[in-house]
């Protein structure tokens, strides 16, 4: 089915591991975003990407990696995960002429 | 900073009445969109506003944009339960980057 896709949907790691949280988009929409919603804040931009190989950081990206090689996929990484980052995040993706994001179904995160 | 404020945070309000969510920012845009989202849930775009004086309506809800003032609004007219909800608007400053509100949680009370 088209659409974006996140996975996992359920994690629990230990501080100090290393996830990845994968996106995953049909639609071949140039920009995609990751955003994490934490109670009291609403939902913050970790990293976008406009384009395949185009990344840039967003209002939170500290303790996070990003890579776009194709279009349709745009992995997040925690390379060393912290307490600090347990929350639900949000992959998303839009067209530039349109500007409205569709959203994953979340992927909720619980580091212990 | 960029700030983009929403009041109220929370709001009780019964089947029936009208009510009004303000949408404060701080930067210079003319695109904002409003979002839905029920407990445990992604987030459903209910409104793209693209310019000064846009109003958008459906169904019960209806959404405008003053771009000199900074300001957008979602009015809800004769509230139902299944509006219960938290609502978010977004501001586009640049290239498709939305910045969020902290939400409006709406539950509409029989």
């Known amino acids: 089915d088209a659409g974006i896709t996140q996975s996992p949907r359920y994690k629990i790691t230990e501080t100090g591991r290393q996830v990845t949280l994968m996106c995953h988009q049909t639609?071949?929409?140039?920009?995609m975003f990751w955003y994490r919603q934490d109670l009291g804040h609403g939902l913050r931009l970790i990293y976008y990407?406009?384009?395949?190989?185009?990344?840039d950081k967003g209002e939170v990206p500290d303790g996070y990696v990003v890579s776009r090689s194709k279009t349709e996929n745009f992995p997040l990484t925690l390379e060393s995960a912290t307490r600090s980052q347990t929350s639900v995040y949000f992959c998303?993706?839009?067209?530039?002429?349109?500007?409205?994001?569709?959203f994953g179904e979340g992927s909720r995160l619980t580091v212990l | 900073e960029l700030k983009v404020e929403q009041n109220p945070l929370f709001l009780s309000m019964q089947e029936g009445k009208n009510y009004t969510i303000y949408c404060n920012y701080s930067t210079t845009s003319d695109r904002l969109y409003w979002y839905r989202q029920d407990p445990g849930k992604s987030l459903e775009s209910l409104f793209v506003?693209?310019?000064?004086?846009a109003v958008k309506q459906e169904g019960r809800l209806m959404a405008s944009l003053d771009t000199k003032a900074r300001l957008s609004t979602l009015h809800i007219t004769a509230a139902v339960h299944d509006l219960s909800a938290t609502y978010f608007c977004a501001v586009d400053i640049e290239a498709n980057k939305l910045i969020f509100g902290t939400g409006t949680l709406l539950a509409v009370q029989p």
């Open positions: 639609w071949s929409h140039s920009y």
């Open positions: 990407s406009a384009a395949a190989d185009i990344t």
């Open positions: 506003l693209l310019s000064n004086g």
């Open positions: 998303a993706s839009s067209e530039p002429d349109v500007g409205e994001l569709f």
